[in-house]
C-alpha cells in the first residue's frame, strides 16, 4: 500500500514538468506565449481510444510538395555556396613548384 498515492506523484512531476516549460518560455519564448498548466502534463490512464483523425489524400500531397519544396530550396542554396569552391577544383601540385617565385 502507498500512503501517498500515484496520482500524487503523478501530479508532483506534472507540476514539475510544468514548471521547467514556463521558465523556459519566459527565458526563450516569444512574447505573448501561452504558458503551460500542469495539468497540461497528467497522464490519463483511464483513456478512451479514440479513432485518429485520417488525413485526406489532399493534406498528405500537400504536405509531401513541401516537403519536396523545402529540399530543392536547400539543394539550391548548398549548389550556389560550393560552387568555385575548393572542393569543386581540381588538386594543386606543390611539390614541383618553387613557394617564392
Not at 530550396?73 to 569552391?85: D, P, T, V, W, Y
Request: proline residues 7%; hydrophobic residues 35%.
Amino acid at each position: 500500500m502507498d500512503p501517498i498515492g500515484s496520482w500524487r506523484e503523478d501530479f508532483r512531476l506534472a507540476y514539475t514538468c510544468s514548471l521547467i516549460t514556463n521558465l523556459v518560455i519566459s527565458v526563450h519564448g516569444k512574447r505573448g506565449t501561452k504558458h503551460t498548466l500542469p495539468s497540461d502534463f497528467m497522464l490519463d490512464w483511464d483513456f478512451e481510444k479514440k479513432e485518429p483523425k485520417k488525413q485526406s489524400v489532399e493534406v498528405m500531397k500537400q504536405t509531401l510538395l513541401g516537403i519536396a519544396e523545402d529540399i530543392n530550396r536547400n539543394a539550391k542554396i548548398n549548389k550556389n555556396r560550393f560552387s568555385g569552391n575548393i572542393m569543386t577544383r581540381p588538386p594543386r601540385r606543390f611539390r614541383n613548384k618553387p613557394i617564392m617565385p
